[in-house]
């Protein structure tokens, strides 16, 4: 993204509501000034002791009011250990960030040196540069700065499980399971005019093109729907078969979809069988095929053909900002295709459940 479109999405994000911390300071003011003193003569211990617990309370209340409105972070006692013993992420060359869920919590780093780790969230999605997360909290959408910090919230109606952010910047794509449906929802960056787009899809993540204005997501039939922003139209593309995953190409408008046994390029299939990930390596769409202790990834040029085919120690992740992520028993690996340089994202447990995870 360029520096102007930068600039733009930093000025979209200074329009967006922030918490509104004024709640939780008014309280705190209010209870420092009932415990002004209105100068009594002597004090006793007992009248000291209690003094003080008072203010220990009413500091501790007002210090939630302004936690809940993200403004303020506090801790009585010893500093809690990180959930589950986790290890700050790290950062692959060449990249702007990472975002990883790892047993339902949240771990970031950024090119700018900042990052947070612990945040309990359902999905998540980093957008241009990094800049900012879009992550389902609660029954909440929300953004969060690098550090952590909530720049917005807009209740979502259910658990949001998918997200996707355009890659110019301005539009989030989330999905949320209401209880009934799965709904589609399109939201600006900013946190405002959330727009409902389809109220029965799957939860697949949804995939910008290119250009930012069109979006591809499963309809509730299974089929791949494109949906035109500009037009507000909605066209079924490529096979009749279900649909389990679906990727828009980084550049251009190809989109390539993942059936239970097959790969397809609009009616093209590429390639058959089982499918565990799905994405676009090194300009090419690219699948990984499950095996006994690995996985092979594969690349198609334009024809259909293989142009590459190499195995992975473990189950494909995905394929994240040009990179395969890999999860191993011990580590969450990123790679760029066949090259040599693999990064160690981040040492995780056996047990530990690996839910999502971006590079961008």
Do not use: C
Request: zero cysteines.
């Amino acid at each position: 993204m360029s520096s102007e479109l930068e600039r733009r999405l930093e000025a979209a994000f200074a329009e967006a509501p922030e918490p509104d911390p004024g709640a939780g300071e008014e309280a705190l003011h209010r209870a420092l000034r009932a415990l002004q003193p209105a100068a009594p003569a002597r004090r006793g211990l007992r009248t000291a002791v209690l003094a003080f617990a008072a203010i220990v309370v009413l500091l501790v209340i007002a210090a939630g009011s302004l936690a809940a409105a993200g403004a303020l972070h506090i801790s009585i006692g010893a500093k809690p250990k990180p959930h589950g013993g986790a290890t700050q992420l790290a950062l692959p060359k060449g990249a702007n960030g990472v975002a990883a869920i790892v047993d339902g919590r949240l771990s970031v780093v950024t090119r700018d040196g900042l990052g947070f780790q612990g945040r309990p969230v359902n999905a998540a999605a980093l957008s241009p540069r990094a800049l900012y997360i879009a992550a389902g909290l609660g029954n909440s959408i929300v953004a969060l700065a690098q550090n952590g910090r909530t720049a917005w919230s807009h209740p979502a109606g259910g658990k949001v499980v998918s997200i996707a952010w355009a890659p110019d910047g301005f539009r989030i794509a989330y999905v949320v399971d209401t209880g009934r449906h799965f709904v589609l929802h399109v939201i600006y960056g900013n946190g405002i005019h959330d727009t409902t787009i389809d109220r029965s899809v799957r939860p697949v993540r949804p995939s910008w093109r290119a250009d930012s204005l069109a979006l591809a997501y499963v309809g509730g039939g299974g089929r791949a729907i494109v949906y035109d922003l500009g037009h507000l139209s909605h066209q079924l593309v490529g096979t009749t078969a279900p649909v389990t995953r679906l990727a828009f190409a980084p550049v251009g408008r190809k989109l390539v979809v993942a059936t239970p046994d097959a790969i397809v390029i609009g009616r093209k299939r590429l390639a058959t069988g089982q499918i565990e990930a799905l994405g676009w390596l090194g300009g090419l769409p690219a699948a990984a095929v499950p095996g006994l202790n690995h996985a092979i990834v594969r690349s198609f040029g334009s024809h259909g053909q293989r142009v590459d085919n190499f195995a992975v120690p473990g189950p494909v992740l995905g394929f994240s900002g040009g990179l395969v992520v890999v999860r191993t028993p011990t580590r969450i690996l990123a790679g760029w295709g066949r090259a040599k340089t693999v990064n160690t994202l981040l040492p995780v447990r056996r047990s530990a459940a690996v839910e999502d995870v971006a590079i961008g």
